[in-house]
């Protein structure tokens, strides 16, 4: 775990990753949520820790409130496409919460309408964690690794990184533990579907996890499971992640 932007200290811990880039995130009613500088310092975290990672599959998940609403902001701008598919929800959300969610989260686009280059789109409307996930993503799929996201802040870092460099799609696979129309339109702006769908309504990288032996399963279908005349197959991104 990576504490890249928590408002508060946060105790020292053996597992905890300590690269803070600031003390939270400001609010994108009244400006950019970081600024361009913080972003690209995020990013470059997030790529030394990926060349520092061993193994060769990264599994993203970002947590804190407001990420899921963040991450909509970031794909709406990017794939130029409408706000409320991907924050409408399927839990049976009072009107008028989704109403006053709408207002506050338009009003936050329109903020920031000049925000076109994927780097200004992050600092306006993301968040630390997705810069940190987005340099990850880079150096992951750089080396041929497998990607797994889960939620939608790493599904937007993912957007954010396939716009930065497109040969990054390959590498990224969709999980996630519950059900949202909202995530399944963000996936499926990158031509991708969710793997598990287990109704377990966390965001917290459960749902990558619990895809792990699926995976595993893949890989060894492709790579050793053959029929004795088949020719070899050139290794697609899940074989070389796994090889």
Same mark, same amino acid.
């Given at each position: 775990?990576?504490?890249?932007?928590?408002?508060?200290?946060?105790?020292?811990? #053996?597992?905890?990753? =300590? /690269?803070?880039? +600031?003390?939270?995130? @400001?609010?994108?009613?009244? !400006?950019?949520?970081? $600024?361009? *500088?913080?972003?690209?310092?995020?990013?470059?975290?997030?790529?030394?820790?990926?060349?520092?990672?061993?193994?060769?599959?990264?599994?993203?998940?970002?947590?804190?409130?407001?990420?899921?609403?963040?991450? #909509?902001?970031?794909? =709406? /701008?990017?794939? +130029?496409?409408?706000? @409320?598919?991907?924050?409408? !929800?399927?839990?049976? $959300?009072? *009107?008028?919460?989704?109403?006053?969610?709408?207002?506050?989260?338009?009003?936050?686009?329109?903020?920031?309408?000049?925000?076109?280059?994927?780097?200004?789109?992050?600092?306006?409307?993301?968040?630390?964690?997705?810069?940190?996930?987005?340099?990850?993503?880079?150096?992951?799929?750089?080396?041929?690794?497998?990607?797994?996201?889960?939620?939608? *802040?790493?599904?937007?870092?993912?957007?954010?990184?396939?716009?930065?460099?497109?040969?990054?799609?390959?590498?990224?696979?969709?999980?996630?533990?519950?059900?949202?129309?909202?995530?399944?339109?963000?996936?499926?702006?990158?031509?991708?579907?969710?793997?598990?769908?287990?109704?377990?309504?966390?965001?917290?990288?459960?749902?990558?996890?619990? *895809?792990?032996?699926?995976?595993?399963?893949?890989?060894?279908?492709?790579?050793?499971?053959?029929?004795?005349?088949?020719?070899?197959?050139?290794?697609?991104?899940?074989?070389?992640?796994?090889?």
């Amino acid at each position: 775990m990576v504490d890249c932007g928590v408002a508060e200290a946060v105790t020292p811990h #053996a597992r905890l990753v =300590a /690269r803070k880039i +600031a003390h939270g995130s @400001r609010s994108v009613r009244l !400006g950019p949520a970081m $600024s361009v *500088a913080q972003a690209h310092a995020g990013i470059r975290a997030g790529m030394e820790l990926a060349e520092a990672l061993p193994g060769n599959v990264l599994m993203c998940a970002g947590l804190g409130a407001g990420g899921f609403e963040s991450g #909509a902001l970031v794909i =709406a /701008r990017l794939a +130029a496409t409408d706000l @409320r598919p991907l924050v409408q !929800g399927g839990d049976a $959300s009072p *009107a008028d919460r989704v109403a006053r969610l709408m207002v506050v989260l338009q009003t936050a686009l329109e903020r920031h309408r000049a925000a076109t280059h994927p780097v200004e789109v992050l600092a306006a409307l993301g968040g630390h964690e997705m810069s940190l996930m987005v340099g990850a993503m880079l150096v992951a799929a750089s080396r041929r690794h497998l990607v797994v996201l889960d939620g939608m *802040a790493a599904c937007a870092a993912f957007h954010v990184a396939t716009r930065l460099a497109p040969e990054t799609r390959p590498y990224g696979l969709f999980c996630h533990s519950h059900g949202h129309p909202g995530l399944q339109r963000a996936q499926a702006l990158l031509d991708g579907g969710p793997m598990l769908e287990l109704g377990l309504n966390s965001q917290d990288g459960t749902g990558a996890v619990l *895809a792990w032996p699926l995976i595993r399963s893949a890989a060894a279908l492709l790579a050793e499971v053959a029929e004795p005349d088949e020719a070899p197959r050139t290794a697609g991104p899940l074989q070389a992640a796994m090889a």
